[in-house]
Every structure is written in C-alpha cells, then in structure tokens.
C-alpha cells in the first residue's frame, strides 16, 4: 500500500478503486482533492473538489483582538520572548489547575509558521509528555495535514488555550480560559500566522466570542484580529465519531487551498 493510500485510509477515505490497466493517469499522479475520470470506470476520491474563494468575499464574522503587551494580569509582568513565556507558563499558579499538572503544555512547532492551530486544553498523553496533540488524536491530527500536503515540522505550531490539564479531562472552565488567554495571545502575534485553525468547540467559541455550534462556524471564514480563522473538529472528537472524518477532509482541503492563495 502506497503512503497516500495509508494516509487515506487511516482518515477513512477507503476503499480507492483501482485500473487493472496501466495506459492511463493513475489517481496517485494527481492531487488529493481531484476527481478522476477515467474510460468505463468512474473513479472518484472521497472528497468534493473545493473552488477558490478569496479570503475578502469569503468573510463571516470579525473579531476584535486585545492588543499587545501581554502581561501577566497579577503582576502586570509583560512576556518578552518564547523563553520566558516557557518560565512564566511554568511559575503560573493563577488558576487550580496549577495544582493537578503534571507537566505544563506551551505548544510545538515552528514558531514562525504559516499555519496556528489552535485546541482546547491538554489531555492525559499531552500532560504526560508536556506536548500538545501528541497519541491517537496527535496521530490522526499528523495524517490528515500529511494528507492534506501540509508539512506540520515547517508550516505549523500548534497549541491550546489552555496550559495545563484539566483533571478527568474536563471542559475547560471559563474562569481557566480567561486566566490563560494571555499567554495564547502572546503566542499568536509572535507566530504572526497566515491562517488560524480553531480545532474543538471550545477553541472556535472562545477565540470567536461565539455560542454558535461547531457545526455553524464550520465551512465558514472568520477573522480574529488580523487573522483569518477556520474552524474544524478536534481530532479526539473524530477519532469518536469517524463518520465526520469527511468533513474534517473538506476542511483541511481548504486550509491547503488557503495557504496556495498566499
Ligand atoms: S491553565 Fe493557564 S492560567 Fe491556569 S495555571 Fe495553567 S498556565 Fe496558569
């Protein structure tokens, strides 16, 4: 089995219907999000190619960002660079989550990406390994930006918005995420991203100030500041219910068609 073909199938897009013949274009030669149309045999990926759509027509809603600095809001302690968001991060004690960590969880990837992912808190493997998306979720989340052409090592950083683990893997509490949020928004004007990806009710709710539903603020372009937004699944969440494995495709084809467009 060729890498695309495991990278779809782990996704969920099998099976891939093949030629027995070798004369024409084989579906491998060709982008994941092209349908294939073939003599006598009707080929087609998973996924409905998506059409161009700039970002200025594609607008749904903007948000207003607060505005640096970024400081620690007990002692007014403003973030200088990565190194001391580490140390801060480290030293916080302002919510009770402080006092369940294991390990605290700032983000990975390349701090100068195209791409800002953005989920909700660490769980039981990320409090672990002091790493955000990292086990089943971290792998699923790693196939589908394979799938998609996005190298994760060079175009993406990834991390939450929240620091520490809620116990039980609980929904963050609003008090937890407002406490935080200064560290999450030092970390998007740092990375400065071409394109942010909301993953998760809560990461797309809180970052958007909306209530609305994940489903509605799926499919659509927001902008957060300066940034644009995307919302998709957390990849937990598909790994629960595989049936949205599709959607989940649709969205990340448009985050690679998003970034062709810078
Ligand atoms: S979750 Fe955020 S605010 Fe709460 S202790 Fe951890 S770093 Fe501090």
């Not at 890498?3 to 060709?30: M, N």
């Not at 009770?96 to 909700?120: D, F, H, P, S, W």
């Amino acid at each position: 089995m060729s890498r695309r073909e495991l990278v779809l199938s782990e996704i969920g897009y099998r099976p891939l219907w093949k030629l027995r013949a070798a004369a024409v274009t084989t579906p491998s030669a060709l982008p994941l999000d092209t349908p294939v149309n073939l003599p006598k045999l009707q080929v087609t990926t998973a996924v409905s190619p998506i059409q161009p759509q700039p970002i200025s027509e594609a607008l749904d809603n903007s948000v207003q960002a607060p505005a640096p600095p970024y400081e620690n809001p007990v002692t007014a302690t403003p973030i200088t660079d990565w190194d001391d968001l580490q140390q801060q991060i480290n030293a916080c004690q302002q919510c009770q989550l402080a006092g369940t960590r294991t390990n605290i969880v700032v983000g990975r990837g390349n701090q100068k990406a195209r791409l800002l992912l953005i989920g909700e808190a660490p769980g039981e493997q990320e409090d672990r390994h002091g790493l955000p998306f990292v086990g089943k979720a971290g792998q699923l989340l790693e196939n589908m930006l394979a799938a998609a052409g996005i190298d994760s090592e060079r175009e993406v950083y990834i991390c939450n918005l929240l620091k520490c683990r809620p116990p039980g893997n609980r929904n963050p509490a609003p008090d937890e995420i407002s406490k935080c949020s200064h560290f999450l928004q030092w970390q998007i004007d740092a990375v400065q991203p071409e394109l942010i990806v909301a993953v998760g009710r809560f990461a797309a709710q809180s970052l958007l100030q909306e209530q609305a539903s994940l489903s509605s603020l799926r499919g659509k372009l927001h902008q957060y500041g300066r940034y644009p937004v995307l919302v998709s699944f957390h990849p937990a969440y598909l790994l629960r219910s595989p049936g949205e494995k599709a959607k989940a495709w649709q969205d990340w084809c448009r985050v690679r068609q998003l970034l062709n467009q810078k």
